[in-house]
């Protein structure tokens, strides 16, 4: 009796300590990559871009990086707190894809954020009237 005791208390221990079924979320999420779905309310499908383009915000290193339909962008980011965003200038590399309108317009929009939103799913970008400016969602591997 005393052992079977012993051994549900021991198979307790074990499963309740396992980790494996457990799924695992980053929480800073700040360090996911954020794929773009909309630009000022318009779906990005909508476009014309080489690649969809991307977005990741490092909290840490105070940078971000990603890509805005065409090159590749990075910079620093001014403010990053727990509502407020501000990003400080973009550098990118400069290939032509052709129609660059879109690319610009996203650098553009990107230097006016103030606010953001985001959650597991979703990162909300916003001018200082709270106005969406840019919506993402996490890219899923």
């Known amino acids: 009796m005393n052992s079977r005791i012993g051994l549900f208390l021991i198979c307790a221990i074990i499963f309740t300590s396992c980790n494996c079924t457990k799924k695992k979320v980053n929480k800073d999420i700040t360090l996911d990559i954020w794929k773009l779905q909309t630009i ?3 779906n990005i499908a909508t476009f014309k871009v080489a690649q969809h383009p991307i977005l990741t915000l490092d909290k840490e290193k105070m940078q971000f990086y990603g890509n805005n339909g065409c090159n590749s962008i990075f910079g620093k980011l001014k403010t990053y707190t727990k509502n407020r965003l501000e990003i400080g200038a ?3 590399t400069r290939i032509s894809c052709g129609n660059m309108e879109t690319p610009y317009k996203i650098e553009s929009l990107l ?3 103030s606010f953001y939103e985001m959650n597991t799913e979703k990162l909300i970008l916003k001018d200082t009237n709270k106005t969406i400016l840019l919506t ?6």
């Open 90 to 92: 973009i550098n990118s």
């Open 40 to 42: 000022a309310g318009k």
């Open 136 to 141: 993402f969602s996490l890219k899923k591997e």
């Open 111 to 113: 230097k006016k954020v």
